[in-house]
T-cell receptor
Framework: QQPVQSPQAVILREGEDAVINCSSS?????VHWYRQKHGEAPVFLMI?????EQKGHDKISASFNEKKQQSSLYLTASQLSYSGTYFC???????????FGKGTLLTVNP | KAGVTQTPRYLIKTRGQQVTLSCSPI?????VSWYQQTPGQGLQFLFE???????NKGNFPGRFSGRQFSNSRSEMNVSTLELGDSALYLC???????????????FGAGSRLTVL
């Protein structure tokens, strides 16, 4: 079951904040966030494991609401380098399979 | 530490042909996953291999197949190519495939297949 990401696209000015959501109708074991810049490979940002952890990296953080099977990625004080497509990947049980959403295109303008 | 290497990076085929794509994982990684990426569809899971065994597969027709060798290198094959098979095929490796804070997917740059 492919997770649903929202919004599909967002345009920001440098310094603005954004939230990207990822939801699933199935119980989740873990949620992974990746960013892919145009013409490049997806790059790992963070993983959230079952247990409602909130992780952070620099000005990018994420949360995982187990009860709602939802995860949110928070980008604070966005920089030009944050531009790219963000994917959430979900794992339903330890089955060696990450199912990715369709992605959210984030554009940060000067 | 070398990353995930995929070859070829670009290829053009015609309908009905077959294609083989190769993936060399990060040294020490034994799990290899394959994904198909098309505009608007995100990354679609094809299959995952560990120690030469397929442990999971996605919802793709039997024309899509893969294998893994004893050195963890993996290949995927698509037979009887269709126009809709045009896509970026991404390979990703992890140490074991059992994801944790210390074990996540690392993607290669992909093989872009165009079917004419």
């Amino acid at each position: 079951q492919q997770p649903v990401q929202s919004p599909q696209a967002v345009i920001l000015r440098e310094g603005e904040d954004a939230v990207i959501n990822c939801s699933s109708s199935k119980a989740l074991y873990s949620v992974h966030w990746y960013r892919q810049k145009h013409g490049e490979a997806p790059v790992f940002l963070m993983i959230l494991l079952k247990g409602g952890e909130q992780k952070g990296h620099d000005k990018i953080s994420a949360s995982f609401n187990e009860k709602k099977q939802q995860s949110s990625l928070y980008l604070t004080a966005s920089q030009l380098s944050y531009s790219g497509t963000y994917f959430c990947g979900t794992e339903q049980g330890s089955n060696y399979k990450l199912t990715f959403g369709k992605g959210t295109l984030l554009t940060v303008n000067p | 530490k070398a990353g995930v290497t995929q070859t070829p990076r670009y290829l053009i085929k015609t309908r009905g042909q077959q294609v083989t794509l190769s993936c060399s994982p990060i040294s020490g990684h034994r799990s290899v996953s394959w994904y198909q990426q098309t505009p608007g569809q995100g990354l679609q899971f094809l299959f995952e291999y560990f120690s030469e065994t397929q442990r999971n597969k996605g919802n793709f027709p039997g024309r899509f197949s893969g294998r893994q060798f004893s050195n963890s290198r993996s290949e995927m094959n698509v037979s009887t190519l269709e126009l809709g098979d045009s896509a970026l095929y991404l390979c990703a490796s992890s140490a074991t495939g059992a994801y944790s804070g210390a074990n996540v997917l690392t993607f290669g740059a992909g093989s872009r297949l165009t079917v004419l």
